[in-house]
């Protein structure tokens, strides 16, 4: 009916709002750990996707000033030769990072399990509360939004983001999607 038909579009627009604007940019803040969130890999070679976060990671790391560690992270998917930590790890390393400053996480299968493995690694390096640190997390600007609700409810305290753009053919497809799946994120991980 015309009423659940209105009252969908006005969620989509609202949340597409959200999405499209959430602050992605953020070079100001300082980061103790750098978490880059894992997207495919081709046999042991970074997508697209995740080669625009890792050159996005290795900019923030040039611009900024800041000394923090790296956590990559990301599982090994069943058409995957490497785990997606590994895949980032080995792209960092032959882009001049050194190699002790990278952290692995590599048991993550969703961006929720991202978070929460990703913490553990992180109290344990740093023999600090998560909610004690700054996070800085590079993903894709569609993917900001939800990396963020998701970090909160791992009680992440200081966490923003330094996000890859879209490319811009793909752009109306990933912030749909990403409408679908942040409602999915607010119905099953948050509530």
């Known amino acids: 009916n015309i009423f659940s038909f209105i009252i969908f579009i006005s969620i989509f627009i609202i949340l597409e709002s959200i999405l499209i604007f959430f602050p992605k940019q953020n070079l100001e803040e300082d980061c103790d750990y750098l978490i880059i969130l894992g997207a495919s890999v081709k046999n042991t070679v970074p997508s697209?996707?995740?080669?625009?976060?890792?050159?996005?990671?290795?900019?923030?790391?040039?611009?900024?000033?800041?000394?923090?560690?790296?956590?990559?992270?990301?599982?090994?998917?069943?058409?995957?030769?490497?785990?997606e930590a590994k895949a980032m790890e080995n792209y960092l390393v032959k882009h001049k990072i050194p190699k002790n400053k990278i952290i692995m996480e590599d048991k993550s299968t969703n961006t929720y399990e991202n978070f929460k493995y990703s913490k553990e690694k992180i109290e344990s390096h740093s023999k600090n509360d998560i909610k004690?640190?700054?996070?800085?997390?590079?993903?894709?600007?569609?993917?900001?939004?939800?990396?963020?609700?998701?970090?909160?409810?791992?009680?992440?305290?200081?966490?923003?983001?330094?996000?890859?753009?879209?490319?811009?053919?793909?752009?109306?497809?990933?912030?749909?999607?990403?409408?679908?799946?942040?409602?999915?994120?607010?119905?099953f991980d948050m509530l």
């Not at 995740?50 to 090994?76: F, H, P, Q, T």
């Not at 970090?151 to 752009?171: D, E, M, P, T």
């Open 48 to 83: 697209l996707t995740l080669k625009g976060r890792l050159d996005k990671a290795i900019e923030y790391l040039k611009k900024s000033k800041d000394d923090c560690y790296i956590v990559v992270s990301g599982g090994k998917g069943n058409d995957e030769g490497i785990s």
């Open 132 to 187: 004690n640190l700054n996070i800085k997390v590079v993903t894709t600007d569609f993917h900001s939004f939800r990396s963020f609700m998701l970090a909160k409810k791992n009680r992440y305290g200081n966490v923003n983001f330094y996000s890859n753009k879209s490319l811009n053919q793909f752009i109306p497809i990933y912030y749909a999607r990403e409408f679908f799946a942040t409602i999915k994120t607010i119905i």
